[in-house]
Structures are given as C-alpha cells and as structure tokens.
C-alpha cells in the first residue's frame, strides 16, 4: 500500500463513523444483534408482504417467542 492509499482509507473510515446513521445501526448491531437483525428483516417483510401475509408473519414470530 502506498501512502496515497492510507490516506485514502483513513478518510474512509472517518467518514464512515462520523456518519450519523451508519454509526448508529453500527452500535445497535454491536448492542444487540439478535434484536438489530430480528428488526431489520421485518423491516424489509414489511416492505415486500402483503398486509394480510405481513400480519401472519408477525403472529408466526410472536407464537415462536412465547414458545421459547
């Protein structure tokens, strides 16, 4: 790696964690990444789904949950 290249990926990576958004799904991830996950895919369910499948999903997770 020359130096043009470090410079480079050091600017990167400030840019990255001084990204408000990045660096906060970053630390949820970090806090909880069962939960950040679990969150994250019912997020994009929600988006792709059906209302009426979306709604069956939702029961099919929380049935799982009082199960465990």
Do not use: C, P, W
Request: hydrophobic share 20%; charged share 35%; aromatic share 8%.
């Amino acid at each position: 790696m020359d130096q043009k290249d470090k410079i480079q990926k050091v600017i990167g990576n400030m840019v990255k964690n001084t990204n408000f958004y990045y660096k906060k799904a970053k630390d949820s991830r970090i806090k909880n990444r069962k939960q950040h996950d679990l969150n994250k895919e019912i997020k994009n369910k929600q988006k792709t789904l059906s209302k009426d499948r979306f709604t069956q999903y939702i029961q099919g997770l929380y049935k799982n949950n009082d199960n465990s």
